[in-house]
């Protein structure tokens, strides 16, 4: 079992809350604001070191205190984040570890109200939405974007400060950019392989993920960045901003050529999110092994009964699973072999 | 309310990198509890630190002498320099007691995020070290970010053409750590700058 216990204090509006014997498959009824997407957010945290929206630690605090402690038994090893006056603390059975150590250990999976973007939201929403489950299953990903996200700034603040020496940081861009683009290629098409027969089986419908590169590769990805930031050096110097990379790359989902945006139903963007999830899931394990856990929050009511069933059948009994809903009724499958926790103003009584 | 003297030691202490008020209460109500002598040796050392400790205008090393004795250590492999990013990285270095050679702070890295260009780094002064000496190699032991990196490569671009062999410190799994826990970027690395055996 990946997650065994838990104990988390001063987190968000959880006071205080010890859980043992965690399930299998766990199920967490509460209404709106109870704390159920929190006591996600702290496993989240205790896999990836990191929030899962983009928030400062400082604000995971309880109100009025100035400290917050997570623990918890994975996989056998103690793991503990700790942050108290700007310091995170990461330890392994009490052994303070990198950032790195700490988050090679468990891999997990969100599935948050937010993912409907990818079939709805700007271009930013859906670079996001891929860059966001790539980060938390590919490690080797989520260090090449840290990298490329700081070459680009620096670049750009050249750009405003002395133009003509932005070169210096081609180097850094075009080797953590090709990186980048090189795995959302690969990726693309690992998704496309096998999205169609998932998706068919809800909707009876072909889609496919399109990805839209800022340039036209020829020979190497590297070579081709570097050949596009030439051409486009008198524009940025003008516009000030790098204008060409993998931070304006897009992607589209696209039936029956067709885009999402303009076509699909609630439920079907719902549907298009979460078998893109899967996918995203189901290959990952085939080329790292190790099944993350999965903090499935919310989103499956969209769905009606019938595709709902599918999805739960998809995800079996290969994982960890933690659902949330406000009403046990609602998911009757998953109520049958949770453990069920009542979420109710930041207390778990389970 | 605290004494006047004692408020202006608290604020003072907690500008130090890593002391917070708290600490910086504490250190003062300790000083206070110990004898007369030990506040003025603790004084006179700060004091003297400033007064006496000067830049080697050669390397940018803190020493009491222009050139510092490292520079001056005729001893010392006069044809490789190791290029760091503070004085205070050289400390590191010597106490591994590996590295025989000579030494050059930049003050910094390139980092425009910070307002920090080329230009305000010892980059300059390095150039004209190396012209028409017998500088055969140069390791850069800036820290292994995107800008430590990138000023190892603007260094590099300065000297083409110069014959001289550009090597920077291996990455990888830090001594003692587990294969298991090293995480997959720090791996990947440390098989990329294998070594034989
Ligand atoms: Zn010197």
Redesign the interface.
Known sequence: MPLEKIKILRFRNHKEIEIEGVSATNLLIGENGSGKTNFLEAIFLLCRASPFRSVSFSDLIQWNENSFYIGGLIDNLQAEIGYSLEKKVLKINSKTVSFQEFTSNQNVLTFLPEDIFIASGSPEDRRGFIDKILSSLDSEYFFALQRYHQALKQRNSQLKLAPKDAFIWNEELIRWGSKLIEKRLTWTQLINKSIRPIYYDWYQQEIELKYLNTFKIENSIADSFAKTLEKTKIQEVYKKCTQTGPHRDNFEILSRAKNSRFFASQGQKRAISLALKLCFLENSEKIFGGAPILLIDDVLLELDANRREKFLERIGENYQTFFTATSKELLPTIQRKARVFRVENGMILG | MFPKNLGQFIRLFSRLPGI?VKTSERLGFYILSQPKEFADSLSDAIHFLKEKAKLCSLCGNISEDDPCVLCTDTHRDQSVICVVENAMDIYSIEATHIYQGLYHVLGGV????D?I??KDLKIESLLKRIQGSSIKEIIFATSP???G??TA??IKEMLKGKNIRMTHLARGI?VG?AL???????L?QAIRSREEI
């Open positions: 917070g390139i980092s425009p995020l307002g260009m080329p970010t995107t800008e990196d990138t490569l603007y830090p750590t298991q826990y090293a995480g997959n970027t720090s990947l």
